[in-house]
């Protein structure tokens, strides 16, 4: 879910705009959680670190989205990293200022409640995803969520789509190309357009 531009307004008068440039980290996992940033420009990857120092991306994310919801949570630390991909250009906001604002807007408080409640929704078709779905559900699935957010073309590389899924990059071309050639997607540069949502949710319907 991404927030209105109607609404950017209130973060902009509660917080500071800050710039990052490509592969720059906003913050570590287990940093201090006391900020929460929206994406005014850009591209942003948040990933978790495993034990033996594996990067296992969750999501990337663009403008109008949030990350940082673990600020909600007194005295937290964060779950995840997150770096820019790109130039990226973000408001980071302590929610000791963003507060007043949220009594005075319910549009905004609901915006925030509605972002809480699909990320949960996000990682358990993640957990899903992960551990019930061949590769060929894994990337249709994917790509029809992604649909449904974001309703135009989906901004991902293969590789991109690689680290989301746990799928080597290899795998996903042979996929997605598969896919074109059933009538399923269209494929251009950094790019995929669904053409046949049928198609794509039958492979989810067995």
């Given at each position: ?53 594996e990067e296992v991306t969750l999501e990337i994310i663009d403008r109008g989205r949030i990350f940082g919801e673990s600020s909600f949570i007194q005295n937290s630390s ?81 590789e991109e789509l690689a680290s989301l899924l746990g799928l080597s990059r290899v795998t996903v071309t042979k996929v997605l190309n598969e896919f074109a050639k059933k ?24």
């Amino acid at each position: 879910m991404k927030i209105k531009e109607n609404l950017f307004h209130y973060f902009e008068q509660a917080g500071t705009k800050v710039i990052y440039h490509p592969h720059d980290i906003i913050y570590m996992q287990e940093d201090d959680a006391n900020s929460l940033y929206l994406i005014l420009r850009g591209r942003v990857r948040v990933y978790v670190m495993t034990s033996s120092g594996e990067e296992v991306t969750l999501e990337i994310i663009d403008r109008g989205r949030i990350f940082g919801e673990s600020s909600f949570i007194q005295n937290s630390s964060r779950p995840t990293s997150v770096e820019a991909i790109n130039e990226v250009e973000l408001i980071a906001c302590h929610l000791n200022d963003l507060f007043p604002y949220l009594k005075e807007s319910n549009e905004l408080t609901i915006s925030l409640l509605q972002m809480m409640s699909q990320t949960c929704d996000y990682l358990s078709a993640m957990v899903k995803r992960a551990y019930t779905y061949n590769r060929y559900e894994k990337v249709a699935s994917f790509l029809l969520e992604q649909e449904q957010q974001i309703n135009h073309t989906i901004p991902y590389t293969h590789e991109e789509l690689a680290s989301l899924l746990g799928l080597s990059r290899v795998t996903v071309t042979k996929v997605l190309n598969e896919f074109a050639k059933k009538g399923y997607i269209k494929i251009a540069y950094k790019n995929i357009s669904i053409i046949n949502k049928k198609g794509l949710a039958s492979l989810l319907n067995k």
